[in-house]
């Protein structure tokens, strides 16, 4: 039973405050479907990166059996790697919905390297095709960045949604109903009294 007190003006105040809550379970209602939608087209844009990158890296792989097979493992391990002192990660971030979304671009400008001994073109190949791993596994990872946040937003949208709609809408339901009841039982109560009063006065 309600223990707001069964008056006119706190029936509309508690329908008030249902129409707002209705409409901030509607918000989220869309706020999901919105995330979601974003989920699956983030989850596309992941998968299709991600092959990328696994077809890149079986690449730089093949290329280091090349290169080792051409100078050695001891002979790779002292081939002067290329510098990248200078790269950069450029990244631009939009919002949805609050989430921040981002996007990264690995920049190695020039990525000069020392002059090597014993110079080839199986160790330069290597070093181009992992420095081409380390662009597209920059792009994977903000992609998996956007993920962890679209996923986490919407578990917790999705929460605040059902507990307006399995808990607190049907408990004010149930108030209102209550109010609305004791405040007819109070009325019946009144007109019962004034007709009592009306014959005894006659």
């Not at 707001?4 to 918000?27: L, N, Q, W």
């Not at 990166?49 to 080792?68: F, T």
């Not at 690995?106 to 992992?130: D, H, I, K, Q, Y």
Request: charged fraction near 30%; charge should be negative; glycine fraction near 4%.
């Amino acid at each position: 039973m309600s223990e707001v007190s069964p008056t006119r003006s706190a029936v509309i105040e508690m329908k008030d405050e249902r129409r707002a809550m209705h409409e901030g379970y509607v918000f989220l209602d869309e706020k999901c479907l919105l995330l979601a939608g974003e989920i699956l087209r983030e989850l596309e844009r992941y998968g299709r990166q991600q092959s990328e990158m696994l077809a890149l890296h079986d690449a730089a792989a093949m290329a280091l059996l090349a290169a080792a097979m051409r100078h050695g493992l001891q002979g790779l391990q002292v081939y002067p790697p290329a510098d990248l002192s200078d790269a950069r990660v450029r990244t631009h971030a939009h919002a949805l919905m609050g989430v921040r979304l981002q996007e990264a671009l690995l920049e190695v400008g020039a990525a000069t390297a020392a002059e090597a001994v014993n110079r080839s073109p199986e160790a330069e190949s290597c070093r181009r095709a992992f420095a081409a791993v380390l662009v597209a596994a920059t792009d994977v990872a903000a992609l998996s960045g956007n993920l962890e946040r679209l996923s986490f937003e919407y578990r917790r949208s999705v929460r605040r949604a059902r507990a307006l709609q399995d808990v607190m809408l049907p408990e004010l339901d149930r108030s209102i109903y209550d109010v609305e009841n004791r405040l007819e039982e109070l009325e019946q109560e009144d007109a019962i009294w004034m007709r009592r009063g009306a014959g005894a006065s006659a």
